[in-house]
C-alpha cells in the first residue's frame, strides 16, 4: 500500500480516475498503471506527489480540487461528423452526456457556449440567455487565439483568456457531463454539479433543436 498526496491518477484501459484529494489511498495492483501521460514522482509513507497537468483544463481541475475522469480516444481526421460525435461513440457515451464547446460572440463579446454533441445551438436564444441583441460564432482562428486551443479541443476550463459560461439546461438532467480537456482526442467526465461550481457557468433553454448529424 502507498499512500500519495496531493494528488493520483490511476488509469485502466483509456480512462484514468483523477483523485485530487490531500491524501487518497491507493492499491497499486497489476491491472492498474500510472497514467503514461503524467510524470510522477512517488513516496512511500506520506512522500509527495508531483503531477504535470497535461493541459491547462486539467491544471484548472486540479487547483479547484476537482474530481473527474481522463478520458482518451484515438482521434480520426477523417472523421466528418463533428468532434463531438466522435468523442461520444468512441468513449461509448451517449450524445446527451457529452457537450461540445463553441465559442461565440454576443454584442462583441465573447462567450463560451455548450450544447450535447448531436444538437445545434440556437444563437438568438443564446444572446437571449446573455442579455444581448446579436449573437454569432466567433472565427476560428479568433476561438484558438483567445482560448489557446485548437478548434476541436477547445475546452471550458482553462481558457487562455476565459469567457462567461452558457451550458444547455439539459445537462441538469445529469449526473455527469463530458466535456473537452483541451485537445483532440481526450475529454474530461465529471458530475454536472462540479462543472456548474468551478465553472461558474449559467444554464438556459439554447438548443435549436435540430440534431447536428
Same mark, same amino acid.
Given at each position: 500500500?502507498?499512500?500519495?498526496?496531493?494528488?493520483? *491518477?490511476? *488509469?485502466?484501459?483509456?480512462?484514468?480516475?483523477?483523485?485530487?484529494?490531500?491524501?487518497?489511498?491507493?492499491?497499486?495492483?497489476?491491472?492498474?498503471?500510472?497514467?503514461d501521460t503524467q510524470q510522477f514522482a512517488v513516496g512511500l509513507e506520506g512522500g509527495a506527489v508531483e503531477q504535470s497537468a497535461s493541459t491547462p483544463a486539467v491544471a484548472f481541475?486540479? $487547483?479547484?480540487?476537482?474530481?473527474?475522469?481522463?478520458?482518451?480516444?484515438?482521434?480520426?481526421?477523417?472523421?466528418?461528423?463533428?468532434?463531438?460525435? $466522435?468523442?461520444?461513440?468512441?468513449?461509448?457515451?451517449?450524445?446527451?452526456?457529452?457537450?461540445? *464547446?463553441?465559442?461565440?460572440?454576443?454584442?462583441?463579446?465573447?462567450?463560451?457556449?455548450?450544447v450535447p454533441v448531436d444538437h445545434r445551438m440556437s444563437l438568438k436564444k443564446v444572446s437571449r440567455a446573455f442579455g444581448g441583441k446579436r449573437a454569432n460564432m466567433l472565427a476560428p482562428d479568433k476561438a484558438q487565439r483567445r482560448t489557446g486551443y485548437v478548434v476541436g479541443g477547445i475546452s471550458p476550463f482553462g481558457q487562455k483568456t476565459p469567457a462567461p459560461i452558457?451550458?444547455?439546461?439539459?445537462?441538469?438532467?445529469?449526473?455527469?457531463?463530458?466535456?473537452?480537456?483541451?485537445?483532440?482526442?481526450?475529454?474530461?467526465?465529471l458530475e454536472v454539479l462540479d462543472f456548474l461550481e468551478v465553472s461558474g457557468a449559467q444554464t438556459a433553454d439554447i438548443l435549436s433543436w435540430e440534431t447536428s448529424h
Open positions: 500500500m502507498r499512500i500519495l498526496q496531493w494528488v493520483s *491518477t490511476l *488509469t485502466r484501459g483509456n480512462a484514468s480516475l483523477v483523485y485530487p484529494k490531500e491524501y487518497a489511498l491507493v492499491e497499486l495492483r497489476g491491472a492498474l498503471r500510472l497514467s481541475l486540479l $487547483e479547484r480540487g476537482v474530481e473527474f475522469e481522463e478520458l482518451h480516444y484515438n482521434h480520426a481526421a477523417e472523421f466528418d461528423r463533428g468532434f463531438g460525435v $466522435e468523442a461520444a461513440e468512441k468513449l461509448g457515451f451517449a450524445f446527451a452526456e457529452v457537450f461540445k *464547446t463553441l465559442m461565440v460572440e454576443v454584442d462583441g463579446d465573447a462567450k463560451c457556449v455548450l452558457l451550458i444547455d439546461e439539459s445537462c441538469l438532467e445529469l449526473d455527469y457531463v463530458v466535456v473537452s480537456g483541451g485537445r483532440r482526442g481526450f475529454s474530461v467526465r
